[in-house]
């Protein structure tokens, strides 16, 4: 049975071009370069087997006409070797030679000749001899066992092909989730490609949302402004995570009418100039509105408890008091904010300052140098108490050059500009945000 028949008598089984595809390619590894290209051009097991199909039948049509061809030739040789037979068994000869033969001949030897034709020709004209019975029997016997033989072979071969013979097995495929990469939102900031970065975060928990983006925080080879966008992959699609999922993680409250006026998308930066990472986020309104006292002015009242959870994420202590929130102003815009309180003061002192070893035994224990700050323990008439490494000592007032507080503009600030909103936890970020609105 061809492969053509096989192909056919599969498919009429109800076993799929798949199955059939791959036990054909079992059975003929040779051909495995023929079935590498089909692939490679996109054809599927159908359209495979189909030029399978069309191939058999081109090489099928093909050897058949060059087995008529060899037929036809066989034929022609036999009938001129006929001819050759009548003629004597030799190649004609020229006119030429056979005008001087004739001429040459004798009157006896064309009586011999004579004779000589009249004998073949009556050994061509005798009737073939008939078999005889005993010949007949054997032929009669010889075809019947043949029949019978082709009969059993064809039983054997149905029975083997319908009963015995199980489907080719198919191995299960893994079948490979396409991932879809959600398009992120425009940037309600200006992002600065060359000293800037922006950082994709794909996440499938809350708990992994809040690790990977404090991870974001610590980390430390980033650009000036770092935009966050985080991706939530617990959905069957992808999609980017929105103001309303950062609320739900840190159990932020806002306003019952918030998200009526505020967009779901907002822009999440960190901001990187200062000692620690700042983090903020920017927000759009929907329609023309007065934020101020529409929105952000009662919602004043509770903010800093409704935001304590990110506060305490970021390890910054903002105080909650019944207090309204200071204001300062930037480019003309005000910024509310509610700052951490200092919890001491560092003194920037002149380099070379006497460092003493007590407020009334005046001994030179060493001297400051130029560009340290030290922690100030407290004050005593004209002197500071300072820690010089882990050491109380004492300089004179006069030689302090300024003094500061490490927490200095650090806890909760927003800034209304037009129709966006910026939130941030310093007042340097709240500013450089402004910036590139």
């Known amino acids: 049975m061809n492969i053509v028949s096989s192909i056919k008598k599969a498919r009429a089984k109800g076993a799929s071009d798949k199955e059939i595809l791959s036990e054909i390619r079992r059975q003929n590894p040779e051909k495995e370069d023929f079935f590498l290209k089909a692939e490679y ?9 189909d030029e399978i199909i069309k191939q058999n039948a081109q090489e ?22 006929k001819e050759m037979s009548k003629e004597g068994g030799f190649a004609t000869p020229s006119s030429e030679a056979l005008e001087s033969s004739l001429s040459e001949s004798s009157p006896e030897e064309e009586d011999i000749e004579e004779e000589d034709e009249e004998e073949i020709e009556e050994e061509h004209l005798q009737p073939p001899q008939k078999p005889t019975e005993k010949s007949k029997l054997w032929v009669r016997l010889l075809v019947a066992l043949v029949i019978v033989s082709i009969f059993i072979f064809s039983i054997a071969f149905l029975y083997r092909a319908l009963f015995l013979t199980s489907p080719p097995e198919v191995e299960p495929v893994e079948k490979v989730k396409e991932i879809i990469t959600p398009r992120a939102p425009d940037s309600l900031i200006r992002i600065d490609r060359e000293k800037d970065d922006i950082i994709r975060i794909p996440i499938t928990s809350n708990d992994e949302y809040i690790m990977l983006l404090r991870k974001a925080i610590e980390e430390e080879e980033r650009g000036e402004m770092v935009r966050i ?30 998200f009526d006026i505020i967009e779901e998308d907002f822009t999440l ?19 023309d509105k007065d934020l101020s006292w529409g929105l952000m002015r009662p919602w ?8 304590q959870r990110l506060f305490s994420f970021l390890e910054i202590e903002v105080p909650t008091t019944d207090e309204e929130l200071n204001s300062t102003t930037y480019e003309n815009i005000i ?15 002149m380099r070379n300052t006497p460092i003493y070893s007590g407020a009334q035994n005046l001994i030179e224990t060493g001297r400051t140098e130029e560009g340290e700050k030290y922690k100030k323990l407290r004050e005593e008439g ?9 050491t109380e000592g004492w300089i004179e007032k006069d ?9 200095e503009g650090i806890g909760f600030y927003y800034a209304i500009v037009g129709r966006k909103i910026v939130f941030s936890t310093s007042l340097e970020s709240t500013k450089a945000i402004i910036d590139r609105l």
């Open 60 to 81: 099928e049509s093909s050897a058949r006409i060059n087995k008529e061809e060899e037929r036809r030739r066989k034929f022609l040789e036999r009938v001129e070797q």
């Open 300 to 307: 004043e009242e509770s903010i800093e408890r409704d935001f």
């Open 41 to 49: 051009r996109g054809a599927g097991p159908s359209q495979i087997l």
């Open 229 to 258: 966008i985080i991706e939530d992959q617990r959905e069957e699609e992808p999609r980017i995570s929105n103001l309303k999922d950062f609320f739900q993680i840190f159990r932020v409250s806002h306003p019952q009418d918030f």
């Open 269 to 287: 930066l960190l901001y990187t100039k200062e000692k620690e990472s700042r983090l903020g986020f920017v927000v759009e309104t929907n329609e």
């Open 335 to 349: 910024i509310r904010y509610r700052s951490t309180p200092p919890e001491e003061e560092l003194l920037n002192v």
């Open 382 to 390: 004209d002197r500071y108490s300072i820690l010089v490494n882990n």
């Open 399 to 407: 030689n302090v050059i300024s003094t500061e507080s490490p927490h």
